[in-house]
């Protein structure tokens, strides 16, 4: 059964700092990983998606990577700022390709000014 | 595209009520996902639709939850009757069909069940 494990479940940080974000999978025969945001009262924003056959994906400041072989991904912000502000999921396939996902329960990120 | 719309936004119901909640994916999308979030158990699919149809409905907690779609537009998560348990906060999300594709979320909505 795969199970997604977010670590730190929250972490406060100064602006302009640069912080990394984990997950890690149990089972790594997956075709992809997503990386979602969600801010308090609302839906999930997708942020990044990166197939198996990649290693990275870069958006902005965002940089998401992924490593199947130890069941883990990282999600890098870099400068962050106030509006980074939320919390951050990540997503596997159940198994394989599957439409299934499994989430992570996230992690509540906050960037004080 | 407006992106998936969910309604309503917010229920307070009474237990024993009945609860209906809709959802219209975006347009060309042909995968449908209904997802549950509570501080508990985090984000739990309950089920999803390939092409209007139910692929899979194995996280639909007991009979007394119910899903629809009735055309490729629009679809119905049904509780009859509602319990407290229930209250949580109800997602729908769409794609286009097929694993590896990002899926888009509506904003969701809440239901207390009191």
């Known amino acids: 059964k795969q199970e997604v494990t977010q670590i730190p479940a929250a972490l406060s940080v100064p602006e302009g700092e640069n912080l990394v974000l984990n997950c890690s999978f149990t089972?790594?025969?997956?075709?992809?990983l997503q990386w979602f945001r969600q801010d308090p009262g609302k839906g999930l924003t997708s942020l990044l998606l990166?197939?198996?056959?990649?290693r990275e994906q870069t958006s902005g400041r965002l940089n998401a990577s992924l490593d199947k072989s130890s069941g883990r991904s990282t999600l890098y912000i870099a400068a962050s700022q106030p509006g980074d502000s939320a919390t951050y999921l990540c997503?596997?396939?159940?198994?394989?390709?599957?439409?299934?996902?499994?989430f992570g329960k996230g992690t509540k990120l906050t960037v004080n000014p | 595209d407006a992106g998936v719309i969910q309604s309503p936004r917010h229920e307070v119901t009474e237990m024993g009520q009945e609860v209906t909640l809709r959802c219209k994916p975006i347009?060309?999308?042909?995968?449908l996902f209904w997802y549950r979030q509570t501080m508990m158990r985090g984000l739990e699919l309950l089920i999803y639709?390939?092409?209007?149809?139910?692929?899979?409905d194995s996280g639909m907690p007991e009979d007394r939850f119910s899903a629809k779609m009735p055309n490729a537009s629009f679809s119905t998560l049904k509780i009859q009757p509602s319990e407290p348990r229930d209250s949580a906060v109800y997602f729908c999300?769409?794609?286009?069909?097929?694993?590896?594709?990002?899926?888009?979320f509506g904003p969701g909505t809440r239901l207390t069940v009191l």
């Open positions: 990166i197939q198996s056959s990649q």
């Open positions: 089972d790594s025969a997956i075709y992809n």
């Open positions: 639709f390939n092409n209007n149809v139910p692929i899979d």
């Open positions: 997503a596997v396939p159940h198994q394989g390709g599957s439409e299934k996902l499994v």
């Open positions: 347009s060309g999308h042909n995968s």
């Open positions: 999300a769409s794609s286009l069909l097929g694993g590896g594709n990002e899926q888009f």
